[in-house]
């Protein structure tokens, strides 16, 4: 997604992507309900480019934020769930 900043179609192809992510992971009708090429609420044109280039950004800011450690083993048993 992050290569999609600042391009013309940006809403239609978050839309796209979050589709297929939906469906590849049998969530669809949970994380495909937003729609972000929704003028009335993000905008139109250059306003919805750059609102949502900057969403966008956010993805490229966590490459290279530092990570925190992340723990090696974890037991889950249906009496701890």
Do not use: W, Y
Not at 16 to 44: C, P, R, Y
Not at 57 to 66: K, N
């Amino acid at each position: 997604m992050v290569e999609l900043k600042g391009h013309k179609e940006i809403g239609d192809r978050i839309n796209k992507i979050i589709g297929k992510l939906a469906e590849a992971n049998d969530l669809k009708g949970v994380i495909d309900q937003a729609d972000f090429n929704d003028e009335s609420k993000l905008g139109s044109g250059k306003a919805m480019q750059d609102r949502l280039s900057k969403l966008v950004g956010i993805f490229e800011d966590l490459d290279s934020a530092p990570t925190a450690p992340v723990a090696t083993t974890c037991s889950v048993t249906p009496t701890n769930i």
